[in-house]
């Protein structure tokens, strides 16, 4: 019973001075909503990013170009990536490549891609516009669809025929709301029949693909940009529970067709000009990334759940040098140094407790409107807070709350009786 009667004490007093147990409460519950949207805002990020990606199928196994690593010390995507980005050329993927793969057991289809960049126009129109080129069974394995017209077959791809297909936003930007089917365009200086549009897809990760021109492969290749490599290949899967192994099957068939030695050490990929990725392997990285950011976020949260626990360490003193004449005359009645250490930590605790209450519904209810936002502007966005949101935020709220009222509650329970009595 004596412990009920410890929380009614401190209850009173949080009562006795409403505005200041509000704002000792309200640094909490700016903590403790930020943890919420943390995590809300993680799970809405990464479903967005998979749906994104589930888009392209998830019956896929995708290669692509890749700088070969001999920098020690460095991670190998990373040394990569630097070197596309500073401008170095892989050319060693090329179409044979492709139809080689497509040749393996569980490979159903595949397409190989390839992104450029030119000068196109129609009547007054001039727009610098990426072109895409992909092999024609792109349109199945992608899941796009025609608006109207059609997309190209692979005898026009082999025979390097002159024809395009819009994206949704290209076309308006070049024809309005007329119909550019049978049309011409130039790229360059030459002529393209238009022959069909895509029906509005959206960005995918950061391409737009709806302002892309798609372009036979082999055309774009020969006629626009004078190359015979690709950039990558998207491959479907017959199995995908043998996703992995097809994945090694391809790494060894490439090895053997770029003249790669073998690794001395096996998933040595470092000397390849290539990397293959499944899509379960997609969906992993996105999950390691996504859950790293949601750790950096919570780490910049943690910083304001600190300055409101030291909020509520100064108000404590502050209510104990108010207090200090209760104190006195409690321990002169015969509390003990434990009855008012117990006092004053729950009142700390009951005090982060209230705000990380009031916090998670706040953080719930601007996780709603950002996801009404979101999905206003066209984003796919859930709706979802995760189960260890909640017990992480109830536990941020009673450990600050414990380890910033143990301090002030030891200091006053080492009151003495009569100099606090004189307080009165």
Known sequence: MRIFSTIQISIKAMLANKLRTMLTVLGMVIGIASVIIVYSAGSGIESLIL???????????????????????IKEDTQSSINIATGIQVTTLNLDDAEEIKKLPNIKDGYA???????????NENKKVMLFGVSSSYIDIDKSEIDYGRFFTENEDKSLSKVVVLGSKIKEKLFGQNN???????????????????KEKGAVMIMDFDDFIYVPIRTLQKRILGINYIMYTVHQLEDLSIGDKTAEDIRMLLRERHNIIKPDIVNDISRD???????????????????AITLLLLAIVVVSLIVGGVGIMNIMYVVISERTGEIGLRKAVGASNSDIVKQFLIESILITLTGGMIGILLGILISYFIYLGANYFGLDWRFKIPIKAYFVSLGFSTFFGIVFGVYPAKKASKLEPVEALNKL
């Open 273 to 291: 000009d290539f990397r293959v990725t499944t899509m379960s392997e997609m969906m992993d990285m996105l999950g390691t990334v996504t859950g």
């Open 180 to 198: 550019p089917i049978g049309k011409f365009i130039k790229i360059k200086k030459t002529k393209f029949k238009v022959i069909g549009v895509i």
């Open 51 to 73: 749906g994104q990606i589930e888009s392209f199928g998830t019956d896929i196994v995708q290669t692509e170009i890749k700088v070969p690593n001999n920098k020690k010390g």
């Open 113 to 123: 891609a390839i992104i450029g960049q030119e000068q196109v126009s129609f009547h």
